[in-house]
């Protein structure tokens, strides 16, 4: 397991174990920092002392030798492996030390200088962006637990002045977290094309000027190419990533709430623990990350001070029976909880929230007396364009096609180079306009190319679901991450016969389009490595967006190069045999939900139609407004409003038996394990966003609702 990666989401909840990666991703870069500066040195030894060039070039071989990168995520593409596989020099070293004439006159432009300056424009930027991170850290919780000293006494305007302060200092914080996270994840991926690439052009020098090197210099000619592409492809990929990590923390700086780390298992966060100590030394708070695991009702605690170096302290644990909210005319302070201690009798434990947010946050999941218990009921509006997979979709897509591949297949950047996006729009709601006059690209001048390629790219992005599926992704991604090239697409071919046979139709037919448009590449310009650039994300997603998820994207494309180079073999016959999946779908519990990761899951499963949903009530007629729900949903609705029960009742036969379309191995007491083609019986909607609750073999608990189908 390479370096974690570091979620945004994180930055708002700054726990110990974020910090520890934060440490990892810090000595990795000082590391680096040290070895450029020791490149550096040897080199400078190279052109001062070639009287002592052999001592020199072994010491620079072993030096790059013994140097390897560190990658972010789970696993390394091919080219990853290959530059690091490649980076090692030494054996060109150990080559010219028996020749001892190397010319190193062009060392100091070819070598030297790139690295200096990536060392001092990166490397050093981010030594000042982390003092500016300390500092930030030591002024935000100084004043914040000044803030929480202040009396409750003082006047109003004097403690919402106080909370302002803080809240501006708590804003700076975060911002300053955010950009340092983005910072160390960004020069970690930069420094593997940034690093090698003036170590490339150094040997090309060195050869260049070697005498009796011609051999040699052939010989490195041919690795120099392969590893040039190696580069380029995990530069474009980088290229792709930032851009995506770049969106995703501008939404988590909009909605940070919205990206809080909760699970249907746990919630987390800080909390001031008071501590009682003998006379006369009255009390003291202390600031513990706090994990409550609700269905058992245990705190676990443990001491976190981010200014004693981030040394992380002993975990107690204590089970809960009940919480209280105290009030500001019992207690001297504000956000406070009066926890009742079952494993204590007699035992209450004070704790203080962050804020008054924070304090709803606790007494809600605690299940405080005081707590609102939220219904999550989760509406979806429909897009700006209703884009669906049917037969005007597939007449879109043919249209579209055979419009490129007449009138522009050898345009430079086809697919890279982007429309207006108001033609673009304009042109695909007509196209899926079922009452409009089909529009006919092939002839029509009043639509670009580059319009045409947009529009069949924003097609397959407004489909509710991502062509390749959310319940197929993580087996697509799995092939790409490791095996021999024969064994990926045996594992792809296997996998494109487990889609929908429409969604299977429309991916066939833009591979083979794909595969028309790389074979014009010397005018196009477009390779199969760039489409797979452009199309891995339009055209499998994950249903999260983290940085993990984005880390992913150099898989999504192997994925797509695969479909497009062996297009003719996967989208011919499905394969007579496929090996066992290496990855089956197990759920997991989330560990957070956004609105967007709800939305996919539940966008298919009822469409709004008020004529439809037209139900009786006693003497009232009432019709319920609703764009995309799923049954259970409507069910509980009709519940909560006292609806008739013999109507109710008739609605639960209907509704009370779904069926397991995956197998899922339960991570918790609280879940259900099953197979597929389980049937659960009593099935209800969970209070826990994208779950259910049913029985299974007379056991009752939760089921992922995105893992059955209603019957």
Not at 13 to 18: I, K
Not at 113 to 138: C, I, N, Q, S, W
């Amino acid at each position: 397991m390479g370096l974690h990666p570091l979620e945004f989401s994180e930055c708002y909840l700054d726990s110990p174990g974020f910090r520890e990666k934060i440490k990892a991703h810090e000595a990795e870069l000082d590391k680096t920092n040290r070895f450029i500066k020791e490149l550096y040195k040897d080199g400078k030894n190279l052109i001062n002392a070639t009287k002592q060039l052999g001592m020199a070039q072994r010491k620079f071989a072993n030096c790059l030798g013994e140097f390897q990168f560190e990658y972010v995520g789970d696993a390394k593409t091919d080219d990853e492996k290959c530059i690091e596989r490649e980076f090692k020099f030494s054996s060109f070293l150990k080559n010219l030390e028996e020749q001892r004439e190397l010319m190193m006159r062009n060392i100091t432009e070819t070598l030297m200088k790139p690295l200096e300056k990536f060392r001092k424009d990166h490397l050093g930027t981010v030594r000042a962006e982390r003092k500016k991170y300390e500092k930030e850290t030591e002024k935000y919780y100084s004043s914040l637990e000044k803030l929480l000293n202040m009396s409750a006494k003082k006047k109003d305007t004097q403690l919402q002045e106080a909370d302002s302060q803080v809240e501006t200092v708590k804003l700076r914080f975060q911002e300053e977290s955010l950009d340092y996270v983005c910072k160390l994840q960004e020069i970690q991926e930069r420094k593997k094309f940034e690093c090698v690439e003036p170590m490339l052009a150094f040997f090309q020098t060195v050869f260049t000027f070697y005498h009796q090197g011609f051999e040699l210099a052939n010989d490195f000619d041919h690795y120099k190419r392969a590893l040039q592409i190696n580069i380029q492809n995990t530069r474009s990929r980088f290229e792709g990533a930032r851009s995506e990590v770049y969106e995703l923390m501008k939404r988590i700086r909009e909605t940070p709430q919205e990206y809080r780390q909760t699970s249907p298992i746990s919630c987390e966060g800080y909390l001031y623990v008071q501590e009682k100590r003998p006379p006369p030394f009255g009390s003291s708070w202390v600031k513990r990350y706090s994990t409550f695991v609700k269905e058992q009702k245990i705190l676990h605690m443990v001491t976190f001070d981010h200014r004693s170096g981030g040394k992380i302290g002993e975990t107690e644990s204590v089970t809960l029976k009940s919480c209280l909210r105290k009030t500001t005319d019992m207690f001297d302070r504000r956000f406070c909880l009066e926890l009742d201690i079952t494993d204590r009798p007699g035992t209450v434990l004070t704790v203080q929230a962050l804020s008054e947010d924070d304090h709803k946050f606790w007494m809600q999941a605690m299940g405080g007396k005081e707590a609102v218990i939220l219904l999550h009921f989760f509406f979806l509006f429909p897009s700006a364009v209703d884009a669906q997979l049917d037969n005007v979709g597939l007449s879109l897509m043919k249209n579209s096609i055979s419009a490129i591949e007449t009138r522009g297949i050898n345009d430079q950047g086809l697919y890279r180079v982007v429309g207006v996006s108001s033609k673009v729009q304009k042109l695909l709601s007509l196209m899926i306009d079922e009452e409009s006059n089909e529009v006919d690209l092939s002839t029509s001048e009043d639509w670009d190319v580059k319009t045409v390629t947009s529009t069949l790219k924003l097609y397959l992005r407004s489909l509710p679901e991502p062509l390749m599926t959310y319940g197929l992704y993580k087996e697509f991604i799995s092939p790409a991450k490791g095996g021999s090239p024969e064994s990926r697409i045996q594992a792809v071919h296997c996998l494109v016969h487990k889609l929908p046979p429409k969604n299977r139709q429309v991916l066939g037919l833009l591979m083979k389009h794909l595969a028309n448009v790389a074979a014009h590449s010397k005018q196009n310009l477009m390779t199969v490595a760039n489409l797979g650039v452009v199309f891995g994300p339009t055209l499998m997603r994950p249903q999260e967006d983290t940085v993990a998820a984005i880390m992913d994207l150099k898989f999504q494309n192997i994925v797509v190069e695969i479909l497009i180079e062996h297009n003719e073999k996967i989208f011919a016959d499905a394969p007579e045999s496929c090996p066992l999946s290496p990855a089956a779908p197990v759920f997991s519990a989330p560990t957070r939900q956004s609105k967007k990761s709800l939305n996919r899951q539940n966008r298919p499963l009822a469409v709004y139609n008020p004529q439809a949903l037209d139900i009786q009530n006693g003497k009232r007629r009432t019709h319920l407004h609703l764009y995309i729900f799923t049954p259970l949903n409507i069910l509980y609705i009709l519940k909560e409003r006292s609806w008739d029960k013999s109507l109710i009742r008739e609605l639960e036969d209907g509704l009370a038996k779904p069926k397991a379309v995956y197998p899922c191995e339960a991570e918790h007491d609280s879940e259900l394990s099953f197979q597929v083609g389980a049937i659960f019986n009593a099935v209800t909607q969970s209070r826990e966003p994208g779950w259910l609750e049913g029985e299974l073999e007379g056991k009752r608990g939760l089921i992922p609702e995105n893992y059955v189908e209603m019957l």
